[in-house]
């Protein structure tokens, strides 16, 4: 890795210290995920309603690095008589948020909130933004979010000129108003 990355690497390990976070080396920069294995972090995860796991990818790119967020999902149903399973995987800039609140009475029966949990998996590119950020890194896109960009760009284009062609054909009274 090159000094800037581990400059980076270091800020981003000093940021996640006591989270559930861990940051593991691999040949071309780092990947941050949530430590699910973890029993200290297992209990709270699974009542914010975890249901995937997120990676975020750090990779140098020109003179900045770009952060992948790699969403892997696998649900399992097992009953009588039926076994089934599923598993998915989505690469780019993910938003998501999962939230539980847990609502008790106290002792005088009026309502308290027990628990407030909230989950976002952009915030483990948040982190590694404002790491990258203190040593002087840019953020930019990976790849994948640049596909998802130009396939974006395709769409809006392709409904812009469509909308164009049948306005003319509607304006020169080849298409029959209403």
């Given amino acids: 890795m090159t000094p800037a990355m581990d400059l980076l690497l270091q800020a981003v390990r000093d940021a996640v210290e006591d989270t559930p976070y861990v ?21 709270v995860l699974g009542a914010a309603g975890i249901e995937r796991t997120v990676i975020h990818e750090v990779r140098p790119r020109g003179d900045g690095v770009a952060v992948t967020d790699v969403v892997r999902r696998v649900d399992w149903v097992a009953g009588a008589p039926a076994l089934a399973g599923s598993a ?3 690469r780019g800039r993910t938003i998501a948020l999962g939230v539980e609140k847990v609502w008790g009475l106290d002792e005088h029966g009026m309502p308290v909130k027990v628990a407030d949990l909230r989950f976002a998996p952009q ?5 590694v933004t404002l790491a990258a950020r203190q040593v002087g890194l840019r953020v930019v896109r990976g790849g994948a979010e640049l596909v998802g960009l130009v396939f974006a760009g395709i769409a809006v284009g392709g409904l812009v000129i469509g ?15 209403g």
């Fill in 23 to 43: 940051v593991d080396v691999v040949d071309d920069g780092f990947d941050l995920r949530l430590d699910l294995a973890d029993r200290r972090w297992r209990t």
């Fill in 88 to 90: 998915s995987v989505e």
């Fill in 163 to 177: 909308g164009l062609v049948v306005l003319v054909l509607w304006l020169t009274g080849v298409l029959p108003p």
């Fill in 123 to 127: 915030e483990g590119r948040e982190l």
